[in-house]
């Protein structure tokens, strides 16, 4: 089942909800891309995302093993960078949505987070 809209070839970006997220990375249908910033992933990220900040992104870091030739779901703390995130990898052909309301909302449906250090949060 693919979840991203086709059209002239190029990338398209929209917005997922924390649960759809989920499942559609959790069965390999995507890749969970977390473009927040090196002391937000080490406070606590989602099972299986890979990390990319988005101050690298739009700088022309190239993306991570595993990621390159497969859709994106990016994922921030509120849902602006990822959606910024996404509008990015869409104009460059890459098919990727964000998730809408970022680890905050996908701590709050009390889905996965792993990596929470004494203090850190998630969102």
Known sequence: MFFFR??????TSGRLTPHQAHRRTRSGEAVLLDVREISEWK???????????????LTGAELPVGVAGR????????????QQAAKHLAAKGIEAVDV???????TQAGL??????KGGSAA
């Open 6 to 11: 086709r059209g002239s070839g190029r990338g």
């Open 43 to 57: 406070a606590g990220h989602a099972p299986d995302a890979v990390h990319l900040p988005l101050s690298r992104l």
């Open 71 to 82: 859709p994106v779901v990016a994922i921030c703390r509120s849902g602006n960078r990822s």
């Open 100 to 106: 809408r309301g970022g680890m905050t909302a996908w």
């Open 112 to 117: 996965p987070v792993v990596g929470v250090g």
